[in-house]
């Protein structure tokens, strides 16, 4: 709606209800912020943080990996930021962790914030708590290991007896010389069309819908550091 003040139209997030004006930066309006990367990552954490009761955190996307040290530095430059207990960053650790995690810790390191070294685990000075998330998480090792929210999803409904059907049905389209060119994709959205009600549905309203399990122990790495946000 316009404002007598600006005559502009805002935009409301549909997801976290944040509004804004175009051409505008994010308004911070709480103390505890989680940088998601894209609109999939977006919309799974805010439905994470209701389910694990966070009401005091305010999820941003900043968009791509790329875009982060950008992102960052325009944040920090915002008055509303000085009130800003903590920051957490989530993205994919994707094909290289190692990567996803220099980057990070580049993109943090350049605003002058506190650096962790490690994700799933806080770093702190005097002004402000520091952490980043990388997904699918850690493995049975407890180390991070490589892959993207959709392992995670995937993760959290292992024990369903439908993958064994949506694994089939992937195999079958392979041998008929299907060109299946993001399977991890491909094998969660299937899984999704054989689920009442659920079929063509996005990872953030899968989310907000309960498909995946929060309490999964695949989780657990995600909901210590939101919880202690």
């Not at 991070?144 to 409904?157: A, K, P, Q, R």
């Not at 993958?163 to 993001?182: G, M, N, P, Y």
């Not at 995946?212 to 210590?224: I, L």
């Amino acid at each position: 709606m316009a404002t007598e003040e600006t005559g502009k139209k805002s935009i409301k997030c549909g997801v976290c209800g944040t509004e804004n004006y175009p051409g505008e930066k994010w308004q911070i309006i709480k103390n505890k912020l989680l940088l998601a990367e894209g609109t999939d990552v977006h919309r799974f954490l805010i439905y994470a943080c209701e389910t694990y009761q966070k009401t005091d955190v305010q999820v941003i996307d900043f968009r791509g990996i790329d875009e982060l040290a950008t992102f960052l530095k325009n944040l920090v430059a915002l008055s509303g930021f000085s009130k800003v207990e903590t920051l957490v960053i989530a993205r994919d650790a994707e094909t290289d962790m190692d990567s996803a995690r220099t980057k990070i810790i580049s993109a943090i390191k350049n605003v002058k914030l506190p650096v962790p070294q490690e994700p799933f685990k806080f770093c702190s000075d005097e002004r402000i708590k520091t952490a980043f998330m990388l997904f699918p998480g850690t493995g049975k090792n407890g180390k991070c290991t490589e892959g993207t929210l959709e392992d995670l999803c995937m993760n959290t409904v292992d024990d369903s007896h439908l993958l064994q059907c949506v694994d089939t049905f992937l195999e079958c389209a392979k041998k008929s010389d299907e060109d299946i060119r993001h399977p991890k994709k491909s094998r969660l959205y299937a899984y999704l069309a054989g689920k009442n009600d659920h079929a063509g549905k996005k990872i953030g309203q899968a989310a907000k819908d309960r498909v995946w399990n929060f309490d999964h122990p695949a989780m657990a790495p995600f909901k210590k550091i939101i919880q202690e946000m």
